[in-house]
């Protein structure tokens, strides 16, 4: 371990014991998501289950709630209901990192984890460089870095970064987000025998690829794998303009799906769809565990999106990660559905009850709670219906939309607000509330809204409104997650 990185580790434990006391009193800190300790969280980096233990690294910047030289933290977990945060796993304490670890993946060969991820590096006059480096663990917790593995390519500028790596055929490849000299974002991808040297092959899809039009400047976090049978290209393109309902956010994430030639490189592939639909969703990363299922978190969180305008930045924190997903694929479009080990998290049924709402507001009696689920069940003939949160925020629907609405960050005198056409009739919302997030799954997952929200710390109610008849058959249990 070298001097900076053990001087690295101390400053951040020191910054961490000495704002303990103003993050823990925050109310809007959450019971059962993943934070920082202090300062800012912003992408999951190296998901990936080693044994019986599933690792969950994320950028953290731990002496600001603004970007800077990230970290690498990290929690382990077994069950994704009891968590444990370990010591960071790395810190931008050499010369190829010493501006940022910044964003990568991982994967376990030889019996050893391999964390792969870009090194940031800045001159005094600001301008950027960027390398792919690798770090090797024996046992998961201490991490021996290895230096750079891959460097910036001909025609490409120095916004190359977030390599994820898999195997295939006996061979490892690894996907990079890129920018082309001309400023067109870009997957690309490497290739190699032994996770040391790695032969760059060239972009697999971008904007202005395979017959595809502008589609932004740079494409971030770019995931890669097969699902049920068809290949899966997860990005975060930037520079993209709102079109309607989509696009609203200041960056997007999304896929592609088709089939990759890992020969050419090419990936033949359909038009992009959003993940999420939500505030704050960016940079999901996933992972495939030994049941073969194919699991995704993301950042609750969007870059240059008014993120000093989140209220926890008083109390020196910002920013959290998404609940795990698993992700399945059923011939059109990928659904994600929370895992099923977070029913586990359930205290007893608090509420069973069903109640139809005719031109009317009411509040349930029982439900109420800053840390619940909720499951509801619809039958409407109404015109339309609305679910007020806390006083706060809306989900609502007419005419086949829905709407998420809520008072904008930086102007509480504007209402800002999330679409989308459903594309069956709603039969299902599925709440998941922590205090000071909120995740949407609809019509069991066929869309998801995720976002975070900021009502008053002592109001806890919520009002069922409908135009017309609209049934609502709910279920709530309070939701405890665990760090040990």
């Known amino acids: 371990m070298s001097e900076r990185n053990q001087e690295l580790l101390q400053l951040a434990a020191e910054e961490v014991e000495q704002h303990k006391e103003t993050v823990e009193a925050d109310p809007y800190r959450?019971?059962?998501?993943?934070?920082?300790?202090?300062?800012?969280?912003?992408?999951?980096?190296?998901?990936?289950?080693?044994?019986?233990?599933?690792?969950?690294?994320?950028?953290?910047?731990p002496f600001d709630t603004g970007h800077g030289a990230k970290f690498w933290g990290h929690y382990t977990t077994k069950d994704f209901v009891h968590y444990t945060h370990e010591k960071p796993a790395l810190t931008p304490s050499d010369w190829?990192?010493?501006?940022?670890?910044?964003?990568?993946?991982?994967?376990?060969?030889?019996?050893k984890l391999h964390l792969f991820y870009t090194g940031n590096v800045k001159d005094e006059n600001g301008n950027r460089e960027t390398y792919q480096c690798l770090a090797?663990?024996?046992?998961?917790?201490?991490?021996?870095?290895?230096?750079?593995?891959?460097?910036?390519?001909?025609?490409?500028?120095a916004h190359f970064r977030d390599p994820k790596v898999w195997s295939h055929d006996d061979r490892f490849y690894m996907v990079i987000g890129a920018q082309s000299e001309d400023e067109q974002g870009k997957a690309v991808l490497f290739r190699s025998d032994d996770l040391l040297e790695w032969t760059f092959l060239g972009p697999i899809a971008g904007s202005k690829e395979n017959g595809m039009g502008s589609f932004g400047y740079m494409w971030e976090?770019?995931?890669?794998?097969?699902?049920?049978?068809?290949?899966?290209?997860?990005?975060?393109?930037?520079?993209?303009?709102?079109?309607?309902?989509?696009?609203?956010?200041?960056?997007?994430?999304?896929?592609?799906?088709?089939?990759l030639d890992y020969d050419k490189p090419y990936l033949d592939h359909g038009t992009f769809t959003e993940l999420d639909l939500g505030f704050e969703f960016y940079a999901p990363q996933t992972t495939v565990d030994d049941k073969g299922r194919r699991i995704l978190i993301g950042w609750m969180g969007v870059p240059d999106q008014y993120e000093q305008?989140?209220?926890?930045?008083?109390?020196?924190?910002?920013?959290?990660?998404?609940?795990?997903?698993?992700?399945?694929?059923?011939?059109?479009?990928?659904?994600?559905?929370?895992?099923?080990?977070?029913k586990e998290m359930r205290g007893p049924v608090l509420l069973h009850s069903s109640i139809t709402i005719e031109n009317d507001q009411k509040a349930i009696r029982g439900i109420q709670g800053k840390a619940i689920e909720l499951n509801i069940d619809l039958e409407t003939t109404g015109e339309q219906f609305s679910i007020e949160l806390f006083q706060y925020a809306s989900l609502s629907y007419k005419d086949g939309?829905?709407?998420?609405?809520?008072?904008?960050?930086?102007?509480?005198?504007?209402?800002?607000?999330?679409?989308?056409?459903?594309?069956?009739?709603?039969?299902?919302?599925?709440?998941?509330?922590?205090?000071?997030?909120?995740?949407?799954?609809?019509?069991?997952?066929?869309?998801?809204?995720?976002?975070?929200?900021?009502?008053?710390?002592e109001e806890e109610h919520i009002l069922f409104t409908s135009l017309g008849s609209t049934t609502f058959s709910v279920e709530q249990w309070k939701l405890s997650g665990f760090e040990v």
């Open 401 to 457: 939309v829905m709407t998420l609405s809520r008072p904008h960050l930086e102007d509480k005198s504007k209402t800002e607000f999330r679409r989308t056409e459903l594309r069956s009739e709603l039969k299902n919302i599925h709440m998941f509330l922590d205090h000071s997030t909120l995740e949407i799954f609809v019509n069991n997952g066929e869309e998801v809204f995720t976002s975070r929200i900021y009502p008053q710390p």
């Open 221 to 259: 976090c770019p995931d890669l794998f097969e699902l049920d049978g068809t290949d899966v290209l997860i990005v975060s393109p930037q520079g993209l303009e709102a079109d309607g309902m989509k696009y609203a956010n200041v960056y997007q994430s999304g896929y592609f799906t088709g089939q």
């Open 96 to 111: 190829f990192d010493k501006n940022g670890v910044y964003s990568g993946s991982a994967i376990v060969h030889e019996d």
């Open 136 to 157: 090797v663990s024996e046992d998961g917790i201490h991490f021996e870095k290895k230096g750079v593995v891959a460097e910036l390519p001909d025609g490409y500028t």
């Open 30 to 61: 959450l019971s059962y998501h993943l934070m920082p300790p202090v300062g800012l969280l912003n992408d999951p980096n190296g998901f990936v289950q080693w044994g019986d233990t599933y690792h969950i690294f994320y950028q953290w910047m």
């Open 309 to 342: 305008a989140h209220p926890t930045v008083e109390n020196e924190w910002i920013h959290c990660l998404t609940l795990p997903r698993q992700l399945t694929w059923d011939g059109e479009q990928i659904i994600q559905q929370p895992l099923e080990e977070l």
